[in-house]
């Protein structure tokens, strides 16, 4: 392992295990063609294995102090970023990409879902994302209604494509050691699965659904919206308005949205 100042802000856990390195460039399915947005390069383990499978490797680390460790790697097809990339704006990150690419990631918990969203709801060429996040993260991106775990990131996430935990990761596998257990969500691009739907607003209509997660729908939706319990009843029904959004999967929750709007 390097010599380095690991920076808990930054949520920084490093991994060397060269089979588990393999194992989820095999999981996001990059091949020779692809190229590559890895997000959080660390000390570059994951980045060479990366650079040798990938077409193109572009990524973007937020800790400056890695940048002679990471150059030094003298990686032929992989251009460093030094910088934020919450604070980088998408069509900046994008322009490095002709066509489609593929992100890989390694992201700590606090940053998960903004990264997530910033490109699910705004980038034309993500093709997949394949991210290791803790265990728990993973299960709310995957799970289905009636789950304890589902809510927002699980509907958007099923909204946009087809996830599926490709593999748990052991915090042991990590240095240094974390203090919980993650998995591998790799996550299918759907571009056009709702094509008539718009995504903004159907965001902001779960964000309101699951505002008060114990309250009932039509508790959220009148407080979020303003609609009067009368306007509601027509448009809905009583049965429906009495539930919790948690009671309905996505396709029903998509019904729901478009008599209303």
Same mark, same amino acid.
């Given at each position: 392992m390097i010599n380095?100042?690991?920076?808990?802000?930054? +949520?920084?856990?490093?991994?060397?295990?060269? =089979?588990? *390195?393999?194992?989820? &460039? $095999?999981?996001?399915?990059? =091949?020779?063609?692809?190229? !590559?947005? #890895?997000?959080? /390069?660390? @000390?570059?383990?994951?980045? #060479?294995?990366?650079?040798?499978? @990938?077409?193109? !490797? &572009?990524?973007?680390?937020?800790?400056?102090?890695?940048?002679?460790?990471?150059?030094?790697?003298?990686?032929? =097809?992989?251009?460093?970023?030094?910088?934020?990339?919450?604070?980088?704006? *998408? #069509?900046?990150? #994008?322009?490095?990409? &002709? +066509?489609?690419? $593929?992100? &890989?990631?390694?992201?700590?918990?606090?940053?998960?879902?903004?990264?997530?969203? $910033?490109?699910?709801?705004?980038?034309?060429? *993500?093709?997949?994302?394949?991210?290791? !996040?803790?265990?728990? !993260?993973?299960?709310?991106?995957? /799970?289905?209604? +009636?789950?304890?775990?589902y809510g927002v990131l699980s509907i958007m996430i099923e909204f946009y494509g087809q996830a599926s935990i490709t593999r748990i990761v052991s915090r042991k596998m990590f240095y240094p050691q974390p203090n919980v257990d993650s998995a591998i969500v790799h996550l299918q691009i759907e571009r056009n699965k709702y094509p008539d739907i718009d995504k903004d607003k159907f965001y902001k209509f779960i964000q309101i659904c699951f505002s008060m997660r114990r309250k009932t729908l039509k508790n959220n939706l009148s407080h979020g919206y303003g609609f009067s319990s009368n306007i509601l009843e027509e448009k809905l029904g009583k049965e429906i308005l009495e539930k919790r959004a948690e009671n309905f999967d996505i396709d029903q929750l998509l019904k729901i949205f478009k008599k209303l709007f």
């Open positions: 380095h100042n690991f920076k808990k802000k930054y +949520g920084q856990n490093f991994i060397t295990d060269i =089979n588990l *390195l393999n194992a989820i &460039v $095999k999981d996001a399915q990059i =091949n020779a063609n692809d190229d !590559v947005l #890895e997000i959080g /390069a660390g @000390a570059g383990t994951l980045t #060479e294995v990366l650079s040798n499978t @990938a077409k193109k !490797v &572009v990524s973007y680390e937020i800790d400056s102090d890695l940048q002679n460790t990471l150059l030094s790697l003298d990686l032929q =097809n992989t251009r460093f970023v030094f910088k934020d990339i919450m604070k980088e704006p *998408l #069509e900046k990150i #994008e322009e490095d990409f &002709v +066509g489609e690419y $593929k992100m &890989v990631a390694n992201l700590p918990y606090y940053i998960t879902t903004p990264i997530i969203f $910033k490109f699910l709801n705004n980038s034309k060429k *993500l093709d997949s994302l394949t991210i290791m !996040v803790q265990k728990e !993260v993973a299960q709310r991106m995957i /799970a289905k209604s +009636g789950d304890d775990d």
